[in-house]
T-cell receptor
């Protein structure tokens, strides 16, 4: 089983739609969680951290469900400029040799059309 | 500098040649990471430097790959006797050091390596 799994998509949605991505992770003791955005032929950029209580940044809402080991990202009122690949990212727990090393999912592609 | 700087941005090399990729992290970031991304694939961890500690080399795919970080700042990733399967985008990232919380990385724009 992969450490971080995502639906590769693509998700094709019209402008203004609400779209949600889920991601699952294998290590229940993982520490920190993030969503990154990667545009075509560009480097990944941090979109938002994911906190246990859930957090919102404008049109973007991230949720963490530790019991089920999944993370979600909700995008409301999609814009053309939201078209990108969204990477789910997990920080393994201390003591695994991976502390402070982020594990990246393969990404979910989003295409927003007019 | 303001961001993570990588050079060269593109490199085409012949199979069997050695290449060096450079990364200059954000000033004050003590942690530095190398990842690579093959076409259409996810990011693959290569190596991690944290301050003066021994690097975590667990992701290096073979002994043809090595990296060093001098003076706790600039890092060089060296690939010896390049093979076609080494073709990928090599991404460097930096972050604040270890702690109870990971604040995420800042990536450079990468070096696109093509082995012909």
């Amino acid at each position: 089983r992969k450490e971080v799994e995502q639906d590769p998509g693509p998700f094709n949605v019209p402008e203004g739609a609400t779209v949600a991505f889920n991601c699952t992770y294998s290590n229940s003791a993982s520490q920190s969680f993030f969503w990154y955005r990667q545009d075509c032929r560009k480097e990944p950029k941090l979109l938002m951290s994911v906190y246990s209580s859930g957090n919102e940044d404008g049109r973007f809402t991230a949720q963490l469900n530790r019991a089920s080991q999944y993370i979600s990202l909700l995008i409301r009122d999609s814009k053309l400029s939201d078209s990108a690949t969204y990477l789910c990212v997990v920080n393994p727990p201390r003591g695994t040799g991976g502390y402070n090393k982020l594990i990246f999912g393969a990404g979910t592609r989003l295409a927003v059309h007019p | 500098g303001a961001g993570v700087s990588q050079s060269p941005s593109n490199k085409v090399t012949e199979k069997g040649k050695d290449v060096e990729l450079r990364c200059d992290p954000i000033s004050g970031h003590t942690a530095l990471y190398w990842y690579r991304q093959s076409l259409g694939q996810g990011l693959e961890f290569l190596i991690y430097f944290q301050g003066n500690s021994a690097p975590d080399k667990s992701g290096l795919p073979s002994d043809r790959f090595s990296a060093e970080r001098t003076g706790g700042s600039v890092s060089t990733l060296t690939i010896q006797r390049t093979q076609q399967e080494d073709s990928a985008v090599y991404l460097c990232a930096s972050s604040f050091g270890r702690g109870q919380r990971n604040y995420g990385y800042t990536f450079g724009s990468g070096t696109r390596l093509t082995v012909v």
